[in-house]
């Protein structure tokens, strides 16, 4: 496929530049041009998202930017006038799932052939997706990436009204940009962005790559928005960042993630969670400030990633698994009752079986509330891509199964220890299969299936536990 004059395709080397530069926070860069007001009238959209939460709330954005282009949303892709993927990269899984979405949702566009097809997200950010899509997925007419989504409206009118394919990808990360609109997928419980990027460049990870640098944005314009939430009747907000103990590091905030958590608390809203948190600069301030304030949630992912030091340090982590027991312990001991869950990738490079057996024993020790854990996925372009791998992947995926039966076993055996006991949940709604049992999420984090009194979606009710599984915990409602 011949590059067209005005594309700008990904450059996975120049995104992993990192100048000292601060970024430039924009408050009135968007802005949608009247011609384009309208565009939307009498059409669909149909967004749909994968990957961590990052995406999730770029999504909503996506759809605030949409619906004020007058565009209506909608369930299904066959009703769409537009369909957007917003993607992820960060395991070859992740992308087959949305090249095989792609691929099926094809036949539209022989029923249907005005639709338009983007594709946005981390995917778009990588060099040889893009080629891909160009080539085999000639119905994809937009793409943009991860720094300009704030382009939609004239990337999208230019679609519409020409009838070109049109390729946006910015490899360097843009400004921070404040006035975007936003349609809030939830009613109680927010997402709010602290900081955008990553610079810590693990060597098996594509998200500097995908995200660009660290950019923080400033403590008042989160504290601003929280304090909206909390007006509008929001119960609950999650602090988003790749790692957001860097926050305000870029920006040289006194106090960084700590001060800003206690800022936060200090507002009142009911329930504060943050995520994620490397342990690298895990600071003793923040642990402090959570043991100290009742609406920061007793809940911490920290991803681990591998139980043995050497991994750990060819995964560029900077941390040995002996500095991450003792952060770990010393979290047990200054927030009683603290969940914490963790990530684990399976199957690193030459990861040997004596490596591995340090990742069990490791949760052994720690008995982690949740695991989220992967089989090691090379991406291109990063350094753990370069390295030689001599593990078959039959002894990899057996790995995961014994880390998982593993974990699962001190999971349940911490949901458990619940039972007899009363807790808090924030009511979500009533469960699909049953309207009478409704669910919700503890402070620590575990969902409660529990029969309903009164409790109505928003509400923080108690609740008694009954039963414990692994993944979940019964109950009924004082
Ligand atoms: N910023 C977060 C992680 C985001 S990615 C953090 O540092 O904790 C979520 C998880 O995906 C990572 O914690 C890691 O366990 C996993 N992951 C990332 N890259 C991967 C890869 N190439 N292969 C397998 N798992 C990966
Ligand atoms: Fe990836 Fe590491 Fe950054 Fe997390 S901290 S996003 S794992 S590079
Ligand atoms: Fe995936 Fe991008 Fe998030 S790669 S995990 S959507 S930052």
């Known amino acids: 496929m011949k590059k067209q004059p005005g594309w700008a395709l990904p450059d996975l080397k120049e995104a992993q530049k990192r100048t000292n530069a601060e970024a430039h926070i924009e408050k009135n860069l968007f802005q949608i041009p009247e011609q384009i007001k309208m565009l939307g009238q009498g059409k669909k959209y149909y967004l749909r998202t994968y990957g961590c939460q990052a995406n999730e709330r770029d999504s909503e954005t996506l759809a605030g930017i949409l619906e004020e282009m007058a565009f209506t949303p909608c369930d299904n892709p066959e009703d769409a006038d537009f369909i957007l993927l917003n993607t992820c990269a960060i395991r070859k899984n992740a992308e087959d799932k949305v090249l095989g979405e792609l691929g099926s949702l094809k036949r539209l566009k022989r029923e249907k052939p005005d639709i338009v097809f983007g594709l946005c997200g981390c995917m778009a950010q990588e060099e040889e997706i893009v080629k891909t899509l160009l080539e085999k997925y000639r119905h994809v007419d937009l793409i943009f990436g991860t720094h300009n989504i704030h382009r939609l409206p004239e990337l999208l009118y230019q679609v519409m009204m020409n009838g070109k394919r049109s390729v946006e990808v910015l490899s360097k990360e843009g ?6 609109p936003v349609r809030r997928f939830g009613k109680h419980k927010a997402w709010v962005n602290i900081m955008y990027g990553c610079d810590k460049f693990c060597t098996y990870c594509i998200v500097p790559y995908t995200r660009g640098k660290e950019r923080s944005r400033t403590m008042e314009d989160v504290l601003d928005e929280i304090r909206t939430l909390k007006q509008e009747g929001f119960k609950e907000v999650t602090l988003l960042g790749q790692n957001v103990n860097s926050y305000g590091k870029d920006l040289h905030i006194a106090g960084g993630f700590a001060k800003l958590l206690e800022e936060t608390a200090k507002i009142g809203i009911e329930r504060i969670r943050f995520t994620t948190s490397h342990p690298w600069d895990f600071s003793d301030e923040m642990v402090d400030v959570i043991a100290q304030y009742d609406n920061i949630m007793p809940f911490i992912h920290l991803p681990v990633q591998s139980g043995d030091s050497d991994v750990l340090k060819l995964m560029g982590r900077r941390y040995s698994i002996e500095q991450y027991k003792t952060l770990f312990h010393k979290i047990e001991e200054k927030i009683p009752g603290c969940a914490i869950s963790t990530d684990i990738i399976v199957g690193f490079p030459n990861e040997t079986k004596e490596q591995f057996q340090h990742t069990l024993d490791l949760v052994d020790e720690c008995k982690f509330d949740n695991a989220f854990t992967f089989i090691y996925s090379p991406r291109e372009g990063t350094p753990a891509a370069r390295m030689e791998d001599n593990i078959p992947l039959e002894e990899k995926q057996e790995r995961l199964q014994q880390l998982n039966e593993r974990w699962n076993k001190y999971a349940l055996e911490k949901n ?21 049992i409704y669910s919700g999420y503890t402070d620590t984090n575990k969902l409660v299936n529990f029969v309903r009194k ?3 979606p928003g509400d923080i009710v108690e609740v008694k536990i009954t039963d414990a599984k692994t993944f ?4 009924e409602q004082l």
Not at 175 to 180: K, Q, S
Not at 425 to 435: C, E, I, Q, R, T
Not at 472 to 475: E, I, K, R, Y
Request: glycine content about 8%.
């Open 175 to 180: 400004d921070v940009i404040e006035n975007l």
């Open 416 to 436: 458990l220890a619940y039972i007899g006991k009363t807790v808090k949940v924030l009511v979500d709604g009533p469960s699909k299969k049953n309207k009478d």
């Open 454 to 456: 009164d409790a109505e």
């Open 472 to 475: 979940s915990l019964d109950g």
